[in-house]
T-cell receptor, first 113, second 114 residues
Framework: EADIYQTPRYLVIGTGKKITLECSQT?????MYWYQQDPGMELHLIHY???????EKGDLSSESTVSRIRTEHFPLTLESARPSHTSQYLC????????????FGEGSRLTVL | KNQVEQSPQSLIILEGKNCTLQ??????????LRWYKQDTGRGPVSLTI?????NTKSNGRYTATLDADTKQSSLHITASQLSDSASYIC?????????????FGRGTQLTVWP
């Protein structure tokens, strides 16, 4: 398995604040992903990385940015949060290469007032 | 357009009863189909992964079926428990890459009542 750790689990902030959602994994896997999930809706891919110094935007346009300086960490940053950014953010990593199984973190619930 | 449709949107059953959740997809080409369980406020947890050649796969009280010809899958839950209350998400992968692009359904919200 690929244990995925996300912090914070819950965050309530005011408009205009800068926030960083942390994601780390312990197994050294290369492929990591950020998804956005709203209630009753499907997960939408917003960023992914196939290794150190490799980051790509996903299907859903997002004002957030990501970095991958180390294999273990894949933080997501919002420079200026807005109420429209209120959502659940899920980080994931691919486990064993032969199965391609995707392991998710517990998520970060962001509320922007 | 590649899509994954799940039904029903929500379902309420009594503890101990069985239920079946449906997933229809139009994703092509097809690589594999996954079922995830997502408890409220938590991340999704994988239940099964099925490839083109697999028709049935079980994981405890969960049994998934796949008909690649009709592009349909079902997840059958036997002897439901209160802890089965969750959203069940169907995810289909194409063969675009090693992982493939993933297409997510909106999930079926299952509630098990005592």
């Amino acid at each position: 398995e690929a244990d995925i750790y996300q912090t914070p689990r819950y965050l309530v902030i005011g408009t205009g604040k800068k926030i960083t959602l942390e994601c780390s994994q312990t197994m050294g896997h290369d492929k990591m992903y950020w998804y956005q999930q709203d209630p009753g809706m499907e997960l939408h891919l917003i960023h992914y990385s196939y290794g150190v110094n490799s980051t790509e935007k996903g299907d859903l346009s997002s004002e957030s940015t990501v970095s991958r300086i180390r294999t273990e960490h894949f933080p997501l940053t919002l420079e200026s949060a807005r109420p429209s950014h209120t959502s659940q953010y899920l980080c994931a990593a691919v486990g064993a290469a032969n199965t391609g199984e995707l392991f998710f973190g517990e998520g970060s619930r962001l509320t922007v007032l | 357009k590649n899509q994954v449709e799940q039904s029903p949107q929500s379902l309420i059953i009594l503890e101990g009863k069985n239920c079946t959740l449906q997933c229809n997809y139009t994703v092509s080409p097809f690589s594999n189909l996954r079922w995830y369980k997502q408890d409220t406020g938590r991340g999704p947890v994988s239940l099964t992964i099925m490839t083109f050649s697999e028709n049935t796969k079980s994981n405890g009280r969960y049994t998934a079926t796949l008909d690649a010809d009709t592009k349909q899958s079902s997840l059958h839950i036997t002897a439901s428990q209160l802890s089965d209350s969750a959203s069940y998400i169907c995810v289909v992968s194409d063969r675009g890459s090693t992982l493939g692009r993933l297409y997510f359904g909106r999930g079926t919200q299952l509630t098990v009542w005592p």
